[in-house]
């Protein structure tokens, strides 16, 4: 994701104000002001992957996954990840990558948790 995120940005194609442009613009005007396209595209792709993986881990249900439906599964304790996957959820995704964070999604789908599985990643206490 992060190839296809950095090959994005180096293109010549133009994308609306709302686009991966736009993110990478404000990433640099509040976190790393001389960030390279490359070390953001890692940031960025992390990030959604993060957050697809962490919305799905709060998926009751083992229906359909989608970008819409990480953006409200996504923990409230994060603020940060809630709002950028409101942006990530909605049609101003850049349609550039829009794709592939639709093919994780799917990908999100066919992993079906069980309730044992789900106890796995929840730190247990000994005493």
Do not use: C
Request: proline fraction near 2%; aromatic fraction near 12%.
């Amino acid at each position: 994701m992060a190839n296809i995120i950095e090959n994005a940005l180096n293109s010549n194609e133009k994308a609306d104000s709302n686009s991966l442009d736009g993110q990478l613009k404000g990433f640099r005007e509040v976190l790393i002001h001389n960030i390279s396209h490359k070390e953001f595209a890692d940031i960025y792709a992390q990030t959604i992957a993060y957050g697809m993986f962490a919305a799905k881990l709060n998926d009751e249900t083992n229906e359909t996954f989608s970008r819409s439906k990480a953006a409200n599964l996504i923990p409230h304790s994060n603020p940060f990840l809630r709002e950028l996957f409101q942006y990530i959820a909605s049609f101003y995704l850049d349609e550039r990558i829009r794709w592939v964070v639709d093919d994780l999604a799917d990908l999100l789908t066919m992993w079906i948790f069980t309730k044992s599985s789900k106890s796995l990643t929840k730190p247990t206490t000994t005493r």
